[in-house]
């Protein structure tokens, strides 16, 4: 395993990303849509082994206030290696100056983050585009 990472989206192959988060499992975003959020993200990630890309992450920051992290994708048979956790250091640590740097997760993850240093908020709160499936799958509730 030669791992490398990566932190310009010059050279990716936005079908792979696609196809990484559908195996992550992150849903399925199409490779354009990809490109243009990662595109407009301020700081990224991309970890390869060899020349097959096997993660990434994302952080949308202003430069001083405020760093939102969110979209840590890793294939399955990379995760539980450290790497993930590696993936999230990198994005906190080009964050680093922000006053605040915030994490977007999947319902079930929190206990990860927590061991990297990430606290629950009590004030966040969303709109989503689908709100009846947020509320599903735990990302939001009416309390």
């Known amino acids: 395993m030669k791992i490398e990472f990566k932190y310009s989206d010059a050279d990716i192959d936005w079908n792979e990303m696609s196809n990484l988060y559908k195996k992550a499992p992150l849903g399925d975003k199409t490779a354009e849509d990809l490109k243009t959020v990662f595109s407009n993200s301020k700081y990224k990630c991309f970890l390869y082994d ?21 979209d840590i994708a890793l294939l ?9 956790v590696k993936i ?16 977007y997760s999947v319902p079930g ?8 240093g990430f606290k629950r908020m009590s004030t966040a709160m969303a709109i989503f585009d689908n709100q009846v ?6 990302l939001v509730n009416e309390t």
């Open 76 to 84: 399955p048979e990379y995760q539980g290696k450290g790497l993930g």
């Open 50 to 70: 060899s020349v097959t890309l096997i993660g990434a992450g994302r952080a949308l920051a202003d430069g001083v206030d405020c760093s939102y992290i969110c």
């Open 109 to 116: 993850s929190e206990g990860f983050y927590k061991k990297i």
């Open 133 to 138: 499936r947020a509320m599903e799958v735990g």
């Open 88 to 103: 999230v250091l990198s994005l906190v640590e080009l964050s680093k100056g922000h006053k605040k740097i915030i994490l």
